[in-house]
């Protein structure tokens, strides 16, 4: 065109010729709604007070308000510095990592190991996990639905979102009880088509801390068997909500023993701190070794042209800790610290609000379970926990118990006291 019509490519340049266009590639492009959680921390990070307190976010902290790097894994990297060689994982990624967190879902000597009935590969933590089964949810049930409780982690409407999978939501939290609504729960599932899929939290649930005991677990399960319904279990907090990995674990090994074939996301963010190594694995039980093969390459082929294969450097952290017993020993140890901190921290904060005189019931705090407190606090309490305290937590009234200290509990539990007097 410059030629035909004698300009030259300078004159082009020069005078802005295309500049339009070239400027308005993205101009459509509005910024994106805030992260709920990420926002807090912007919020909390631009305060000047020293009184701050940030109970918005879900990593552990000791009780000086530090993040925790693990013995465990100091050891660990130790133990890799210098040897590891910086070759990709295969798609599915490190083999041994796989095995020691299959064992840590099914058990150590599952039957459906031993017999290689488990696809499983290594993902993004657990994100990625439940990003991964979405995916393959879709490409291999297209007309399936997925059922996720009221409320869950905001992320996992994200996921399933743009996966497009249709939602479908089912009762899980009683706001008055602040427990769960159990029947209103089974009346969902029972009236759920038959065959559909569920989202259900292991253990730990988020944002609530409300998990079933093991009679409703039972109960669930027999229900799920009546119904033909698909458990896709979510497990970012094995070992963090009891101390205990084993315990943690009770309501996979109910449907395991009631028979269903589940499928399970891991994540090793919260229980070994593994945060921003981004390690976990997607498991699905199958009916036998050559449907395991099958579902495990289809898992790789919706991997590959996302990110190919996996970090390798927390996966060989994970093996390395898992794979030795004494290594393995004092993980149980550390978790279990954690665990007891948090616990520790609930009954703090309960003793707190009561001996402030305050008559309202904070019985759910010590019975709710896992990193998170769900107060029970309005949007506007929050609000004025945040303008008038400087604590900085989600509007929903989740608590990241986490966040608690024997520093901070008594300045926090007077805050709640007093936004929640007129209520
Ligand atoms: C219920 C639940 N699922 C999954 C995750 C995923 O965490 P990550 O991707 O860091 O493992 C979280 C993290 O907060 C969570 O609370």
Redesign the pocket.
């Known amino acids: 065109m410059a030629f035909r019509t004698g300009i030259s490519r300078r004159m082009m340049i020069r005078s802005g010729f295309g500049l339009r266009s070239m400027s308005s590639w993205w101009g459509s492009v509005e910024p994106a709604a805030k992260d709920p959680i990420l926002g807090v921390t912007e919020a909390f990070l631009a305060d000047p007070s020293p009184d701050k307190v940030n109970v918005g976010v879900?990593a552990y902290r000791d009780d000086n308000g530090k993040p925790v790097v693990l013995e465990c894994v100091r050891e660990a990297e130790r133990r890799i510095a210098g040897k590891l060689n910086m070759e990709y994982l295969p798609m599915g990624g490190s083999v041994n990592m796989v095995e020691e967190t299959l064992k840590l879902a099914y058990g150590e000597n599952s039957e459906f190991i031993k017999d290689k009935r488990i696809a499983a590969v290594q993902a993004?933590?657990?994100?990625?996990?439940?990003r991964l089964f979405a995916d393959f949810q879709k490409r291999f049930r297209p007309d399936s639905q997925i059922y996720i409780p009221v409320p869950?982690?905001a992320?996992?409407h994200n996921i399933w979102r743009d996966a497009q999978v249709p939602q479908r939501t089912f009762h899980y939290y009683h706001p008055e009880t602040k427990g769960l609504d159990f029947a209103s729960l089974m009346d969902d599932v029972k009236n759920a088509p038959n065959g559909s899929f569920f989202l259900l939290?292991a253990c730990?649930?988020?944002?609530t801390g409300v998990d079933p005991s093991e009679e409703q677990w039972k109960e669930i399960s027999y229900q799920f068997k009546v119904k033909g319904h698909f458990a896709f279990f979510?497990m970012?907090?094995q070992g963090f909500a009891s101390g205990d990995p084993e315990r943690d674990a009770k309501s996979i090994k109910i449907f395991l023993e009631d028979g269903h074939l589940i499928g399970i996301?891991q994540?090793?963010?919260?229980n070994m701190g593994l945060?921003g190594q981004?390690v976990?694995c997607l498991s699905l039980l199958c009916e036998d070794e050559k449907q395991a093969v099958a579902v495990k390459s289809q898992l790789q082929q919706i991997a590959r042209p996302m990110y190919s294969n996996p970090p390798v450097q927390g996966a060989l952290i994970v093996s390395t800790i898992l794979g030795d017993p004494e290594l393995k020993k004092l993980w149980l140890k550390e978790v279990k610290v954690m665990a007891d901190r948090i616990i520790g921290m609930r009954t703090a904060l309960r003793e707190n609000l009561e001996k402030l005189g305050s008559p309202l019931s904070w019985e759910h705090i010590t019975n709710q379970i896992g990193?998170f407190c769900y107060s029970g606090l309005t949007p506007e309490q929050v609000d004025r926990m945040t303008n008038e305290f400087h604590i900085y937590m989600t509007r929903n009234g989740r608590i990241s118990m986490a966040g608690i200290t024997t520093g901070n509990v008594s300045y926090l539990a007077n805050a709640i006291h007093e936004v929640s007097k007129s209520a």
Request: proline share 3%.
């Open positions: 879900g993004l933590s657990g994100t990625g996990a439940c869950t982690w992320n996992h939290h730990a649930h988020n944002p979510d970012a907090y996301a994540s090793y963010a919260k945060y981004r976990g990193m």
